[in-house]
């Protein structure tokens, strides 16, 4: 997700009153083909917190940090939102909760997040799955006139956000995290994508792989997988497949997202690499599901930010979805991503083309996926002009240095929690076997006198 400049704020008594600039929409496709490039004002989701607001405003997201005051959520009903048409930017007053007499007095302690930042600058990290959805209770006014408008979605989605309108094609199944990415806002995305990880995870299942890779029979252990990023020559449908592909150039405007359109590409490789380190690079049924769920970019018609989102959203659904659960692992495929990136374009290309390939030959479900992602991904990576090797070799330092910085504390699963819980109940095994053990010998010793 993108995000404009800060929004400007001030504060009377218990109002606070907040400016959001709307950005000019850059041009993109409809879904009948049609181009689009002027603004939306009524293409708008509102969030609140206690301390926080979110707006997505047509195609940007803008965000605003209230410090020592709470804004009063318990009552955001029929609130309206002017759009001023000489700043082009939307206007809204929004309640905060009176200070007590102890505050007005003393103003509390800062907390380490709140001090790193400033009214209007948000803290480090924010559980969006906390947000209050308030846009269904929000009208909408022209320069403060009489008539009131409700807010109505329409939400780019794809490669470079490009399509617009209903889905081409697909049936619920195909898309089963999100049937109508063209009705839900970007960060609404995310806030979903978060609350399903936080259902879908299981303590007891990571436990089991966190101290040794538990492998069926049969199955080679995906740790001493040696990748091969050499291996870059294409067969022959994989040659006539980028050749009927590349026949259609690239359609999107020259002012498009580079940062966003690069983020999906890592999200939907470093899935792939995940999938060839389990499977020994030969893929089984379930790679087209794997090379899916594990990418938010596909699953959730996710956009992204930055790089750090990609890599924290990839490591917490590989501790999530597939079958070995391991952090370690994770972190050999981001490293399979780096050198791919880093040394062969021809080996992402290839990786491209079989994950389309693999996704139009299984049950279908994918199928939706190389429409919107996978074939303007291949377009975009064979056309040396948007996408040369060494645009690529950036992609991957980039890669590298978000590997570095990133730890098990970004996920925020507890995953430290959940290893000394582990560590506990071992140490207490030991201890029973031990005790068992020893009650064993004093038996045979007695019996032997």
């Known amino acids: 997700m993108t995000f404009e400049q800060p929004i400007q704020h001030s504060i009377v008594e218990n109002t606070c009153s907040l400016q959001i600039p709307l950005a000019k929409r850059k041009q993109s496709i409809n879904g009948d083909g049609s181009q689009c490039s002027t603004p939306n004002r009524q293409n708008c989701d509102i969030f609140v917190e206690e301390q926080n607001f979110y707006i997505y405003a047509d195609t940007r997201l803008c965000r605003f940090h209230?410090?020592?005051?709470?804004?009063?959520?318990?009552?955001?009903?029929?609130?309206?939102?002017?759009?001023?048409?000489?700043?082009?930017?939307?206007?809204?007053d929004l309640p905060c909760l009176p200070r007590t007499n102890d505050e007005q007095k003393t103003p509390p302690e800062k907390c380490d997040a709140e001090k790193k930042c400033s009214d209007g600058k948000l803290p480090p990290f924010i559980e969006l799955w906390k947000l209050k959805r308030i846009t269904d209770n929000c009208y909408l006014k022209i320069d403060r006139n009489g008539v009131l408008l409700k807010f109505v979605a329409d939400y780019g989605y794809g490669f470079a956000r490009r399509y617009r309108g209903k889905l081409t094609g697909a049936d619920g199944p195909a898309v089963a995290q999100m049937t109508e990415p063209h009705?839900?806002?970007?960060?609404?995305r995310s806030i979903d994508r978060e609350i399903d990880e936080m259902k879908n995870f299981s303590r007891d299942q990571y436990k089991l792989n966190f101290v040794e890779l538990q492998i069926p029979e049969g199955h080679e252990n995906p740790m001493k997988y040696?990748?091969?990023?050499?291996?870059?020559?294409?067969?022959?449908?994989?040659?006539?497949?980028?050749?009927?592909?590349?026949?259609?150039?690239?359609?999107?405007?020259?002012?498009?997202?580079?940062?966003?359109?690069?983020?999906?590409?890592?999200?939907?490789?470093?899935?792939?690499?995940?999938?060839?380190?389990?499977?020994?690079?030969?893929?089984?049924?379930?790679?087209?599901?794997?090379?899916?769920?594990?990418?938010?970019t596909l699953s959730y018609f996710e956009p992204f930010e930055n790089v750090k989102d990609v890599v924290v959203s990839f490591l917490?659904?590989?501790?999530?979805?597939?079958?070995?659960?391991?952090?370690?692992?994770?972190?050999?495929?981001?490293?399979?991503?780096?050198?791919g990136l880093k040394k062969s374009p021809a080996w992402v290309l290839k990786q491209l083309l079989q994950t389309h390939m693999l996704f139009a030959s299984?049950?279908?479900?994918?199928?939706?996926?190389?429409?919107?992602?996978?074939?303007?991904?291949?377009?975009?990576?064979a056309d040396n002009n948007r996408c040369?090797?060494?645009?690529?070799?950036?992609?991957?330092?980039?890669?590298?240095?978000?590997?570095?910085?990133?730890?098990?504390?970004?996920?925020?699963?507890?995953l430290g929690e959940i290893e000394t819980e582990l560590l506990k109940e071992l140490i207490t095994d030991i201890h029973l076997d031990n005790a068992a053990t020893s009650e064993e010998d004093e038996t045979d010793d007695n019996t032997d006198e």
């Open 66 to 92: 209230l410090q020592e005051r709470q804004f009063d959520t318990k009552d955001l009903k029929n609130l309206i939102i002017n759009f001023n048409t000489k700043t082009c930017s939307y206007e809204v």
């Open 183 to 188: 009705m839900v806002s970007p960060l609404q």
């Open 226 to 296: 040696s990748s091969k990023i050499n291996d870059s020559k294409l067969t022959r449908d994989e040659e006539c497949l980028l050749h009927n592909l590349t026949r259609k150039s690239l359609d999107v405007s020259c002012n498009y997202d580079q940062s966003e359109v690069d983020c999906g590409l890592i999200c939907i490789l470093l899935a792939i690499c995940y999938d060839i380190r389990t499977t020994a690079d030969e893929p089984t049924c379930e790679s087209a599901w794997t090379r899916s769920i594990l990418s938010a």
């Open 316 to 339: 917490r659904r590989t501790l999530i979805y597939p079958l070995y659960r391991n952090y370690d692992l994770g972190r050999l495929s981001l490293q399979d991503a780096i050198d």
């Open 362 to 381: 299984g049950d279908g479900h994918q199928l939706i996926f190389n429409r919107y992602y996978i074939e303007d991904y291949i377009r975009y990576v």
């Open 388 to 414: 040369s090797a060494t645009h690529l070799q950036l992609l991957a330092r980039n890669l590298k240095n978000v590997m570095l910085d990133v730890s098990k504390k970004h996920l925020h699963l507890e």
